[in-house]
């Protein structure tokens, strides 16, 4: 486990990575009259989900609508599009390709209703086209190859035709239309990197040919840096074939990139830049050719990559997300979190309503601490305002107000022989830290409302609270209705603060782990 100490007075420099011991007292500070420029949506731009068909459940897209009202992403993801549940492909006696797309239409449908557009992930193969019966997950998506490129390259112009003609050029024009998941995985691709390379250039060829601007890509690749290296090598020799922009995934893991049983056991690398630092690594990589300044989409990422990792749960999981959006959002165009919702089947249906699930939000809707970092990011606004603190941002808004999102991220490892699905399954008090002042200056003179928000142990905390319950299998109505209440992400506290002097600040205890956000309204004038 690393962390770095230092005692801190209220007036001394802040370090780069704070942390700080019982007893000691950290800084965080920030002159509002230098900023860096516009603040960054990135961290907001994409989504994760599952795979298509849950799409379809009404609790999965009532859970959506949560989430697009209170944070709000841009694009979705999710796999499966392409699978025998979604209906999209068969054939008649002769061999001839049958097209249907009814089930694509009512997912899309609803996505667009709740303000968010589809980021295309193009799986797997319909087992009417495919080559072979090799299968993945317990929704067994067909991971052969095509057992036709000509009629793959139909379905593909097919699909793309559609969305036109439904959805208009200009609307899809937006879209990202990504070519497989992780062909560099035994799991989701049994062949050679050379069979995805050709089918990554049947797919972008017969996407261009039906839409000119859509924007394609690949690989998708989660194993540090062969394939993507590869693969760009590829796109250098081979100019002619489209790409629009480089596609990875990343997970805070020491090791292991799939989990087809449920029975990985996962263990958090402490290292603060082990999921950012191999985005930025990605960036520098692409930089490095002729493909510099191509769009980069990390189209999936958490601090592990099973659904059966408790931290997925606890609070630790909001420090962790704080600390590579702040880290990474430089070098990325979107940063896709692995998922919104714990309605997620890959290994099935879950027994309990807490499983180390990916989502920010479990089976029966409750808000998990990852689920209130994300919206913490959406109330910051305007234009980022200069800090040396590293495990901070703060905006200011054009009417005025002003928000400071500041945390600790101290990892916790399991001990030696045990793994995150042992260790993070059970109540995690948290060490104290000591004190936090945050210090503004050159705050405009007035009244403001002053909200506080915290996440952290017992603050928008579910899981101790269920872990307090006893970890129930299945929980009765009063018991989500009370975990449901315990996590709301209403804010701490709320009061009418004068700022006098140009300088605001206010002191707070800091445990490990805790994330604090404070919000400035300005009361009774116009921006």
């Not at 985005?279 to 990390?298: C, V």
């Not at 592990?304 to 997300?321: L, R, V």
């Not at 590579?324 to 990325?332: D, L, N, Q, S």
């Given at each position: 486990m690393r962390s770095l100490f230092c005692s801190l007075l209220i007036s001394a420099a802040v370090?780069?990575?704070?942390?700080?011991?019982?007893?000691?007292?950290?800084?965080?500070?920030?002159?509002?009259?230098?900023?860096?420029?516009?603040?960054?949506?990135?961290?907001?731009?994409?989504?994760?989900?599952?795979?298509?068909?849950?799409?379809?459940?009404?609790?999965?897209?009532?859970?959506?609508?949560?989430?697009?009202?209170?944070?709000?992403?841009?694009?979705?993801?999710?796999?499966g599009l392409l699978t025998d549940e979604m209906g999209v492909y068969s054939e008649d006696k002769g061999g001839k390709p049958i097209f249907n797309f009814q089930y694509v239409d009512s997912l899309y449908d609803a996505l667009l209703k709740l303000k968010i557009r589809p980021f295309v992930e193009l799986t797997f193969v319909p087992s009417k086209l495919a080559a072979g019966t090799t299968t993945v997950f317990w929704w067994k998506g067909n991971t052969s190859l095509p057992k036709d490129p000509a009629k793959w390259a139909?379905?593909?112009?097919?699909?793309?035709?559609?969305?036109?003609?439904?959805?208009?050029?200009?609307?899809?024009?937006?879209?990202?239309?990504?070519?497989?998941?992780?062909?560099?995985?035994?799991?989701?691709?049994?062949?050679?990197?050379?069979?995805?390379?050709?089918?990554y250039k049947t797919t972008a060829e017969a996407i261009r040919a039906e839409c000119a601007k859509c924007r394609i890509g690949g690989p998708a690749s989660a194993v540090p840096y062969a394939a993507e290296e590869a693969f760009e090598k590829w796109l250098l020799a081979n100019p002619s074939i489209p790409n629009d922009f480089i596609a990875l995934?990343?997970?805070?893991?020491?090791?292991?990139?799939?989990?087809?049983?449920?029975?990985?056991?996962?263990?958090?690398?402490?290292?603060?830049?082990?999921?950012?630092?191999?985005?930025?690594?990605?960036?520098?990589?692409?930089?490095?050719?002729?493909?510099?300044?191509?769009?980069?989409?990390?189209?999936?990422?958490?601090?592990?990559?099973?659904?059966?990792?408790?931290?997925?749960?606890?609070?630790?999981?909001?420090?962790?997300?704080?600390?590579?959006?702040?880290?990474?959002?430089?070098?990325?165009?979107?940063?896709?979190?692995?998922?919104?919702?714990?309605?997620?089947?890959?290994?099935?249906?879950r027994f309990t309503p807490f499983h180390g699930g990916f989502g920010l939000m479990n089976l029966q809707g409750i808000k998990k601490?990852?689920?209130?970092?994300?919206?913490?990011?959406?109330?910051?606004?305007?234009?980022?305002?200069?800090?040396?603190?590293?495990?901070?941002?703060?905006?200011?808004?054009?009417?005025?107000?002003?928000?400071?999102?500041?945390?600790?991220?101290?990892?916790?490892?399991?001990?030696?022989?045990?793994?995150?699905?042992?260790?993070?399954?059970?109540?995690?008090?948290?060490?104290?830290?000591?004190?936090?002042?945050?210090?503004?200056?050159?705050?405009?003179?007035?009244?403001?409302?002053?909200?506080?928000?915290?996440?952290?142990?017992?603050?928008?905390?579910?899981?101790t609270a269920y872990a307090k319950m006893g970890l129930p299998n299945q929980l009765t109505k009063p018991q989500v209705e009370a975990l449901k209440q315990v996590s709301t992400g209403a804010p701490q506290s709320e009061e009418v603060v004068q700022v006098t002097g140009g300088r605001f600040t206010r002191t707070l205890p800091l445990n490990a782990n805790d994330c604090y956000e404070f919000v400035l309204s300005p009361v009774g004038r116009a921006p």
């Open positions: 370090l780069a990575q704070p942390s700080a011991a019982a007893g000691q007292h950290r800084v965080v500070q920030a002159d509002l009259s230098r900023v860096t420029g516009p603040h960054s949506n990135v961290p907001l731009e994409v989504v994760g989900a599952g795979r298509a068909a849950e799409g379809l459940r009404a609790d999965w897209q009532e859970q959506l609508a949560t989430v697009q009202s209170e944070i709000g992403f841009g694009y979705l993801r999710m796999h139909m379905l593909m112009r097919a699909l793309v035709a559609h969305f036109k003609e439904r959805y208009g050029e200009d609307e899809i024009n937006k879209w990202y239309f990504e070519v497989w998941n992780e062909p560099d995985i035994r799991g989701f691709w049994p062949h050679p990197l050379e069979d995805y390379l050709s089918l995934h990343a997970y805070g893991v020491n090791q292991g990139y799939l989990d087809e049983t449920g029975r990985a056991g996962t263990v958090i690398d402490p290292d603060p830049n082990r999921v950012s630092g191999r985005m930025r690594h990605s960036r520098e990589l692409i930089d490095a050719t002729t493909l510099k300044g191509r769009q980069l989409h990390f189209t999936e990422w958490s601090s592990a990559y099973t659904p059966t990792d408790y931290m997925h749960d606890q609070y630790h999981q909001a420090s962790f997300i704080l600390n590579v959006v702040k880290r990474a959002t430089p070098y990325v165009d979107s940063l896709s979190y692995w998922t919104f919702t714990d309605i997620f089947e890959e290994l099935g249906p601490p990852a689920y209130h970092a994300f919206s913490f990011l959406r109330r910051l606004s305007g234009e980022d305002v200069v800090s040396k603190d590293n495990a901070s941002w703060i905006t200011k808004a054009k009417d005025g107000s002003i928000t400071a999102l500041f945390w600790d991220y101290s990892p916790e490892v399991p001990p030696k022989g045990s793994s995150d699905q042992i260790y993070y399954k059970q109540e995690l008090p948290a060490a104290s830290k000591g004190k936090v002042t945050l210090d503004l200056r050159h705050v405009p003179g007035g009244q403001y409302k002053l909200s506080i928000y915290q996440i952290g142990y017992q603050q928008n905390d579910a899981f």
